[in-house]
């Protein structure tokens, strides 16, 4: 398997995700929490790095960060090996703790740093748990969730030394009362209505827009390095909004329709998105609140589908879907 792009720059800024072998826990207790905020303010003293927000389930984490040394990789083999070994030791166990490297996306600050602490902080209640659960209920429990970044974001009193609230909150007015206040206002406001950042990311490790994307092709990227199949992708997309928002024209839908379709409208979608936005399997299938199979076995049957259609409507839809997206790519 072709390993995940690392675009590194002074000045970067990240949003890393890893999560826990086969999906299991990486935290049991709460000393193992503790344990994993000691390394990592440790880290990020030792290689100069800056954090934004946080936030640690059970079984995965997220963070926010900024690497003015451009040295994310050293940053987290370091951290990664440190929090294994200990909890290796701790438990009595060998081999991965991870599931694969960790996942990075590189940000565009100025557009998305603000809007990504709110995504993470709001991870705590993004759960089947929290399915049907009342407002006041998610409210609560992201006020109590005690490893998180939010708490500091909301009452100085929880503030850790080692996170950057100032830049963030400068987008609400400061790090001061009122911009507290607005930034809980913010986050509370998006608690019913999803944070939707998944159909805005580039080939699968850009966030950010068109200008965003051309400048680091320009000045980070080689064409000549474009059988890298991370790199094919950046050169040779569509951003996923277009994609949804040009298959939702031609179908005639809007994507919430098209999302809950069982037939080839959501199948088309999934071809497109796999085609021309460079999204994997997996990645589609969380836009569509799908499972990865779902995704791979509804191409297989829209493929058949077009293969027994015989130049009919379906085959001429894809046809004119197709050259529209061809004409966008960048």
């Given amino acids: 398997m072709a390993r995940s792009l690392r675009i590194?720059?002074?000045?970067?800024?990240?949003?890393?995700?890893?999560?826990?072998?086969?999906?299991?826990?990486?935290?049991?207790?709460?000393?193992?929490?503790?344990k994993f905020l000691k390394?990592?303010?440790?880290?990020?003293?030792?290689?100069?790095?800056?954090?934004?927000s946080y936030v640690l389930m059970p079984n995965h984490f997220?963070?926010?960060?900024?690497?003015?040394?451009?040295?994310?990789?050293?940053?987290?083999?370091?951290?990664n090996i440190a929090y294994t070994s200990y909890y290796n030791k701790h438990y009595n166990r060998v081999g991965h703790l991870y599931q694969?490297?960790?996942?990075?996306?590189?940000?565009q600050k100025e557009n998305y740093l603000n809007i990504l602490s709110r995504y993470i902080h709001l991870n705590p209640i993004r759960i089947k748990k929290f399915n049907g659960s009342s407002f006041v209920d998610k409210k609560k429990y992201l006020t109590e969730f005690k490893w998180s970044s939010l708490r500091g974001y909301i009452n100085r009193n929880n503030k850790e030394?080692?996170?950057?609230?100032?830049?963030?909150?400068?987008?609400?007015?400061g790090d001061i009362k009122r911009g507290r206040e607005n930034y809980w206002k913010t986050l509370q406001s998006d608690i019913g209505s999803e944070i939707e950042?998944?159909?805005?990311?580039?080939?699968?490790?850009?966030?950010?827009?068109?200008?965003?994307?051309?400048k680091i092709q320009e000045k980070y990227l080689s064409k000549s390095h474009k059988e890298i199949p991370s790199i094919r992708k950046i050169?040779?997309?569509?951003?996923?909004?277009?994609?949804?928002?040009?298959?939702?024209?031609?179908?005639?839908?809007?994507?919430?329709v098209i999302k809950k379709a069982t037939g080839s409208k959501r199948q088309i979608l999934m071809e497109m998105l796999y085609s021309y936005a460079g999204l994997k399997g997996s990645e589609i299938g969380k836009i569509l609140d799908l499972d990865y199979s779902t995704v791979s076995v509804g191409r297989k049957r829209l493929r058949s589908k077009i293969d027994r259609d015989n130049n009919g409507d379906l085959?001429?839809?894809?046809?004119?879907?197709?050259?529209?997206?061809?004409?966008i790519k960048i």
Wanted: with cysteine; proline share 2%; charged share 25%.
């Fill in 235 to 256: 050169y040779n997309y569509c951003l996923t909004e277009d994609v949804i928002k040009i298959v939702s024209q031609e179908i005639g839908d809007n994507f919430e």
């Fill in 161 to 173: 030394p080692f996170i950057n609230y100032k830049t963030v909150l400068s987008d609400y007015g």
């Fill in 315 to 327: 085959s001429n839809l894809v046809r004119r879907i197709r050259n529209k997206l061809s004409m």
């Fill in 39 to 52: 390394i990592l303010k440790d880290s990020l003293k030792i290689y100069n790095v800056v954090l934004y």
């Fill in 62 to 79: 997220h963070f926010l960060l900024e690497t003015p040394l451009a040295n994310i990789s050293e940053f987290m083999r370091q951290f």
């Fill in 100 to 107: 694969g490297r960790y996942k990075s996306i590189l940000v």
């Fill in 197 to 214: 950042i998944k159909k805005n990311i580039v080939g699968g490790c850009l966030l950010g827009d068109e200008n965003f994307v051309k």
């Fill in 8 to 34: 590194k720059y002074e000045g970067a800024i990240y949003h890393i995700t890893s999560r826990g072998n086969e999906r299991r826990d990486i935290f049991k207790t709460e000393k193992d929490y503790n």
